[in-house]
């Protein structure tokens, strides 16, 4: 029954978006959150990796930005299994979330297929791919934004079941919704398919203390 915090970090809170730089930030708002709520850091969210490659970053000189971004992912990986460790001998981990384009070839194809993605069509990095623990897909077209849906397919889930064909979802993009709502009457929800899907033992409940990327 506690509030939340949700800080909201954008390109001009950084200088040049260098590992040690982006660590130090995330550190601060963990004492933030510590402050305010008597809790660190659950959750963090990237929107979206791609935009990496245009850092100016020293870590990334001389750097395809093909070689840019998958670094990057590997970074977050990093940052997710061991986020900081206090002084008082306890870690903490993060889970989180990299939002990711598909590339244009994945999306026509999804778009002729309502909404079925392949992990193909992951953008400009395929470590984004081989770091994560589960890759979701969403798909939506003006017809579906009207009935606030939107079609999810799981293309990796290290603990359960993929789904290769898309399934309807709520969404509601001018009210930032997405999955669960307590309005929703319409019989299962992207919640109840997923624990009913999985073997991870992962409380989908508090998707935002778990420990997957």
Do not use: P
């Not at 909201?8 to 660590?23: G, H, M, Q």
């Not at 992990?119 to 897909?137: D, H, K, P, W």
């Not at 997405?178 to 019989?187: A, L, R, V």
Request: proline share 0%; net charge negative.
């Amino acid at each position: 029954n506690k509030q939340g915090l949700l800080v909201i970090l954008d390109e001009d809170d950084f200088a040049n978006f260098s590992y040690s730089e982006i660590r130090k930030k995330l550190y601060h708002v963990d004492d933030i959150c510590k402050e305010k709520t008597g809790h660190g850091l659950d959750a963090l969210i990237v929107d979206h990796i791609g935009l990496m490659k245009f850092t100016d970053n020293s870590n990334s000189n001389n750097k395809s930005e093909y070689s840019i971004i998958n670094d990057y992912t590997s970074f977050f990986r990093r940052l997710t299994l061991s986020f900081r460790k206090y002084d008082d001998g306890t870690c903490s981990q993060l889970a989180t979330i990299l939002l990711a384009q598909s590339n244009r070839k994945g999306f026509d194809e999804a778009t002729k297929k309502k909404g079925n993605y392949s992990l193909t069509a992951i953008a400009e990095a395929n470590e984004i791919e081989r770091s994560s623990y589960r890759v979701m897909t969403i798909w939506t077209n003006d017809e579906l934004k009207f009935a606030k849906e939107c079609m999810v397919c799981i293309l990796k889930n290290r603990g359960g079941q993929t789904v290769q064909d898309a399934f309807s979802v709520t969404f509601d993009g001018e009210r930032y919704i997405f999955g669960d709502t307590e309005s929703n009457t319409q019989g299962s929800t992207l919640m109840d398919f997923m624990k009913s899907n999985d073997s991870s033992g992962v409380d989908f409940d508090n998707l935002f203390n778990d420990d997957d990327f």
